[in-house]
């Protein structure tokens, strides 16, 4: 299982991006998919999820602003991000809590990251 994320880049204060995470290879679903970001100096922070069956949530420091979906056909998320601030800057990933189905027909749950993405905000 591999997860793809792209669409970071360079933007000043008050623009916009929109990021993709993709999910490629053998499984049986995928159940939650979030973003996380990482500043420099800083620990690795949740800044949304969105569930299998529609239900999304981002965090207080990007509500209004950031927002979520998905598109289940494609095993893909996208974080939306508007109104970027310069505290915006990090590194973001994607995370999956992908399902796979063991030799015994059993489903196993992994935890699954892309590479992450780089965004940087300037003033």
């Known amino acids: 299982v591999q997860l793809q994320a792209s669409g970071g880049g360079s933007v000043q204060a008050g623009g916009s991006l929109r990021l993709s995470c993709a999910a490629s290879g053998s499984f049986f679903s995928i159940n939650t998919m979030r973003w996380y970001r990482q500043a420099p100096g800083k620990e690795r922070e949740l800044v949304a999820f969105?569930?299998?069956?529609?239900?999304?949530h981002c965090a207080d420091f990007v509500k209004g602003r950031f927002s979520i979906s998905r598109d289940n056909a494609k095993n893909t998320a996208f974080l939306q991000m508007n109104s970027l601030k310069p505290e915006d800057t990090g590194v973001y990933y994607c995370?999956?809590?992908?399902?796979?189905?063991?030799?015994?027909?059993?489903?196993?749950?992994?935890?699954?990251w892309g590479q992450g993405t780089q965004v940087t905000v300037s003033s």
């Open positions: 995370n999956a809590a992908v399902l796979l189905r063991s030799a015994g027909g059993n489903l196993n749950s992994l935890d699954a």
């Open positions: 969105a569930t299998s069956s529609g239900i999304t």
